[in-house]
Each structure stands twice: as C-alpha cells, then as structure tokens.
C-alpha cells in the first residue's frame, strides 16, 4: 500500500511539474468552441471586465487557403488588476491583457485555455503581489469554469 501510494504521489508530481513548464491551464468544455467563445465573452462582459478583441484563427488561415481546427483568442481585461501587475514587474505588459484560447483538438473535444499566473509570476519575477496573482488565478479559474459548464 505504502508504494501504492508514493506511485500516485509520485505521479501526480510530475504531472503538475509537465502542466507548470508548459505555463497552461486547460479546461474541457461542454460546448462547441463557438458556444464556448460566445458563452466566455457574455460573462467577461457581465463581470465588467473589458472583451479587446476575439480573434477567429480558424476564419484567418481559411482566408489565406490553410486549414485549421476551430481556434478562438478572446482578450480582454482589466486596468485595475492588470496596473498592479505591471506595477510589480512592467514586463508583464506583454502578457496583458489577459487571453483565453478556445479550441477543439484533434479528439474533437473543446478547451478553454490559459496562462497560468503563476507560471507568469516566475516568468517576470514578480515579488510583492501574491495576493493580486491569487486573484487573477481566481478570476481565470472562474470565468473558464463557468464558460465551460
């Protein structure tokens, strides 16, 4: 039973160690993409967050003659809780605003899709803004889970 357990502890590990290098929060979707996409951008505009832009890549690459699965980039954020970010480490201005990506893999299931906060938090060395990072893993968490469902 002992090494039972060590195995899974040992698993699920690695697993989490894969999930933070990459820096990507994935979600499964109940939904089709568009669904998903149309479903995410109502409630980011509900929650008085601001939706820049929904970018349809799918749509782009059919324009130029290519081929891709259905791939959507909704960005969008919030000055308030972004500033502070940037505050604590200006480079994040290249993560900002936030972006979520919603796509069908090749198994034909929908994902939402996401920078992990904390995984921009070592990227940027950000010092001093564990609670502000703590709410943005919150929000994402939330409004992914949400769009999901």
Avoid at 75 to 89: E, R, Y
Wanted: charged fraction near 25%.
């Amino acid at each position: 039973m002992k090494k039972f357990i060590t195995l899974v502890f040992l698993s699920l590990s690695i697993s989490s160690y894969v999930n933070a290098a990459d820096g990507l929060i994935s979600v499964e979707s109940k939904h089709s993409v568009k669904e998903t996409a149309d479903k995410f951008a109502s409630i980011v505009e509900s929650k008085g967050l601001t939706l820049f832009a929904r970018i349809d890549h799918q749509k782009n690459a059919t324009g130029a003659d290519l081929t891709l699965r259905e791939t959507e980039v909704l960005i969008f954020g919030n000055p308030k809780v972004g500033t502070p970010l940037m505050q604590c480490a200006q480079t994040m201005a290249i993560d900002l605003p936030q972006k979520v990506l919603v796509w069908k893999d090749a198994d034909n299931k929908v994902w939402l899709s996401y920078n992990d906060p904390e995984y921009l938090k070592q990227r940027h060395s950000i010092e001093g803004c564990d609670e502000t990072v703590k709410k943005v893993t919150n929000v994402l968490s939330g409004l992914t889970g949400a769009a999901a469902k």
